[in-house]
């Protein structure tokens, strides 16, 4: 029988020891000088890429690879995300391919046969559920049927989210809450809850915005929370808790820039790149499992 | 000077004589049965998708070729993608990607130099809004400098529409409609707009919901409207009208599978598919111009 994704990403999480992820959102411009020499982008940033990997395998239960990064060479580059998605899931890591697709259901049913149903796809991607549930349909259909998870976004990092998304009702409701009542009522259907009680349909919510996150786990008590926006974006361990139920459960706090460019922090101006990235990586870790057990 | 990218479009339209687009969106299970001894289903849906460009050339002004057909085959199919694309262009159509990303501010540079900014990109490409201004900035900032295009969804075409979009405020504005305020405040700022008083930045409203679009008309003046939904999903000639001002302009009706799937329709049982294409593009034409004709 198929493990549903929420219990093998908690499972994942408890072996590692730390509710985090790593994304993997290389840049060419920012990649240490040993790729000075690699003049082809796209090959130095899968080489890169494949080192992070390597690096984070031991100490992360899962990395959250964006494929804009990828796409921005074209199909070359989409091939190199194939890879890097290839090499995660032979390292034994939990693979969230970030790639927010969404549309109506005809063409979600194409997404979902590239995405998430090809050989060496992600365990789980993002998606985007501005279509509503007809255009989520294929996705969560794929997530039941071959133990895979869908993160769908709800309110993100971003400094302009409010803008759009706190848009609110007569009765005080904002946009990105209903969203959140439309996500929860699409996940509990048949087959998509796991043994420990969560969906395999989660959520993206920006950890940049500590209130909302709080609120919204009271909306969507059974899904797993993606928490992009810790580090580069601003947020701290502590406003990711709210994401959290009381048992420490519940969310996974995904860092990129301030885990893979660690080397450009000062702090790690005179320590080998990978050495500041395996720090950084530790620290991603720790910083998250001590200010859960304090604070909870 | 870089002709802006809305002039282009009009300027194509009136050489073709009617705003209408074909949407290719081939799927390997539906193709004519001359493709049954293509056992490769990418170049089956490459050279499908290259003879109903041949076809449609030069009936049509432009075509929406729909990235998630391509994509359901992983980075071959993104290979042929933009193959088709380059294909498009060079025929003489404009060229509209439907790719329908959107994230944060960062992760958009890597979407716009990907879709936008690479030799042979689309003229324009479909994008998503809900990240707020910050999410669509390097997009814009794409289409100012390069004389591109992005339409941004703002009321999908699919059945479920209207249980996310149509979410209300105390004034009874519905988020698509803020939505919609946010997307004309944006597309006004310099070196957006062209000389027949368009702007670059354009607006995704399925032509499913009719009232819907006559509204949004008067929300976004300065916007083309790219108007799913006629012919499969069910809008008709007459439920486009409100996307188009007085002038007759400002929206192009976009078809996919009524036009390039046509020889599965009865009216086509016993004529070559090719032609059925053929016919069907122009009936497609004939309809909107006919109908903006004689009703407006």
């Known amino acids: 029988m198929i493990e549903n994704f929420a219990d093998r990403l908690l499972g994942a999480i408890e072996r590692a020891g730390s509710p985090v992820c790593v994304g993997i959102d290389p840049v060419y411009e920012r990649l240490p000088s040993d790729f000075d020499n690699v003049p082809d982008p796209v090959r130095a940033i899968e080489h890169f890429s494949r080192v992070v990997l390597e690096i984070v395998a031991g100490i ?93 976004i709800v309110r993100t990092s971003n400094p302009s989210a409010a803008e759009v998304q706190d848009f609110t009702d007569r009765q005080g409701k904002k946009f990105y809450e209903h969203l959140a009542e439309q996500v929860a009522s699409i996940s509990n259907g048949e087959g998509l809850i796991g043994e420990k009680g969560y969906s395999c349909i989660g959520a993206v919510v920006g950890a940049t915005y500590p209130a909302e996150v709080q609120q919204l786990r009271k909306v969507m008590p059974r899904q797993i929370f993606l928490l992009p926006g810790y580090g580069a974006q601003g947020a701290s361990a502590r406003d990711c808790l709210g994401g959290f139920r009381s048992d420490k459960t519940g969310a996974i706090v995904s860092a990129s820039r301030s885990v893979i460019y660690a080397y450009q922090q000062e702090r790690f101006a005179t320590t080998h790149w990978k050495d500041a990235i395996a720090q950084a990586a530790r620290d991603l870790a720790a910083d998250i499992r001590q200010t859960l057990d304090s604070e909870m």
Chains 1, 2 share one sequence.
Not at 82 to 89: G, K, S, T, W, Y
Not at 145 to 151: A, C, H, T, V
């Open 60 to 152: 992360v239960p899962a990395v959250k690879v964006q494929i804009a990064y990828f796409e921005r060479y074209g199909s070359k580059g989409v091939a190199a995300y194939e890879r890097i998605v290839a090499d995660a899931l032979s390292a034994g890591l939990i693979v969230i391919g970030d790639v927010k697709r969404g549309d109506i259901g005809s063409t979600v049913r194409a997404y979902a046969a590239g995405h998430l149903e090809r050989e060496n796809s992600p365990d789980a991607i993002t998606v985007n559920g501005y279509f509503g549930a007809d255009g989520l349909a294929p996705f969560i259909e794929s997530a039941r049927r071959l133990g895979k998870g869908i993160f769908i």
